[in-house]
């Protein structure tokens, strides 16, 4: 499975932008870029996907850079309810990398 | 009610014990999946399901079995299980199991302690 590497943690304070790293260098040209984020107690939630283009949704935006090789979650005012760990997910289709493989992801500490 | 919803919340059982945990699903999705979260581990994916029909089994013991009844039910069956088990199990659905872009929506979780 294609693999990605991200920050074990990251601090940000409230009200201020975050941008989340991740690292990506052997994504395929069919390997979709998502993002999840997990809450403490609770199971994973979706935030944000993109394939080529950066995206923005309600939650945060997603910076794909031209070469595909990384991205950026960007959550643009930090709350503490952001305080949780975030997953990037690559994902394909089909063949054996259609699965969501999570790794370790970034735990997030917002400062009030 | 929406979304994915799993039972029990919490579970204790004995090694000797037979218990299941369920997963409900009221999205209209058609593949189903469970997940295994250990402390300080990541996610393991354990079984997915398309359409009732079992299309991966990441190398689980045999003493982890999961059954589909319908697409909107997932059910994980658990007997003679070991202390290293306790761990919270992840139910989650999306539409397809096979494109790259489908989201996955996951339930709260079912944690479970075995003595």
């Known amino acids: 499975d294609a693999k990605t590497t991200q920050p074990n943690s990251m601090e940000s304070n409230e009200e201020e932008p975050v941008h989340l790293p991740c690292n990506h260098s052997t994504i395929s040209g069919t390997d979709y870029i998502h993002w999840y984020r997990q809450l403490p107690s609770q199971g994973p939630e979706y935030v944000i996907h993109g394939l080529t283009s950066n995206v923005n949704n309600r939650m945060a935006s997603l910076a794909i850079a031209e070469d595909r090789k990384s991205s950026t979650l960007i959550l643009h005012r930090a709350t503490l309810r952001d305080a949780a760990v975030y997953y990037c997910i690559l994902r394909g289709s089909g063949g054996s990398n259609y699965k969501l493989t999570f790794g370790k992801g970034t735990l997030l500490t917002v400062n009030p | 009610e929406t979304g994915v919803t799993q039972t029990p919340r919490h579970l204790v059982m004995g090694m000797t014990n037979k218990k299941s945990l369920k997963c409900e699903q009221h999205?209209?999705?058609?593949?189903m999946y469970w997940y295994k979260q250990s402390a300080k581990k990541p996610l393991e994916l354990m079984f997915v399901?398309?359409?009732?029909?079992?299309?991966e089994n990441n190398s689980v013991p045999s003493r982890f079995s999961p059954e589909c009844p319908n697409s909107s039910h997932l059910f994980l069956h658990l007997h003679t299980l070991q202390p290293e088990d306790s761990a919270l199990y992840l139910c989650a659905s999306s539409q397809d199991w096979i494109s790259g872009a489908n989201v996955l929506t996951f339930g709260a979780g079912s944690r479970l302690t075995v003595l």
């Open positions: 399901y398309s359409l009732e029909e079992r299309v």
């Open positions: 999205l209209g999705h058609n593949a």
